[in-house]
């Protein structure tokens, strides 16, 4: 079991930039992919980015691709998530999640560990 804790939310105008940071915990953290997970007030949590266990893959959702990067450092059991030009359509809880696999998926059901979550507010 990994535990996670997610940091870097905030308030932001639109266009600005905010990077979300998740410190995990356990020896395994570098076996399993990882990802960044939202959800959005009377909206279903979605899958905004994941990268793999060496960091060679990734796969971003359609509205983030180009503004939104994930990188990992398996040396300090980190993951981040760096948003540009941000849009008010970005606000919601940000949950950083571990994988039950090596590479690449997305759907929360292929995430066992999940992170309390980072609210993200931005402004218009």
């Known amino acids: 079991q990994v535990q996670l804790v997610e940091s870097g939310g905030g308030l932001v105008q639109a266009g600005g930039s905010l990077r979300l940071s998740c410190a995990a915990s356990g020896r395994t953290f570098s076996r399993y992919a990882m990802g960044w997970f939202r959800q959005a007030p009377g909206k279903e949590r979605e899958s905004v980015a994941v990268i793999s266990w060496s960091g060679g893959s990734t796969y971003y959702a359609d509205s983030v691709k180009g503004r939104f990067t994930i990188s990992r450092d398996n040396a300090k059991n980190m993951v981040y998530l760096q948003m540009n030009s941000l849009k008010p359509e970005d606000t919601a809880v940000y949950y950083c999640?571990?994988?039950?696999?090596?590479?690449?998926?997305?759907?929360?059901?292929?995430?066992?560990?999940w992170g309390q979550g980072t609210q993200v507010t931005v402004s218009s």
């Open positions: 999640a571990a994988s039950k696999f090596r590479t690449v998926v997305t759907g929360g059901a292929n995430f066992g560990s």
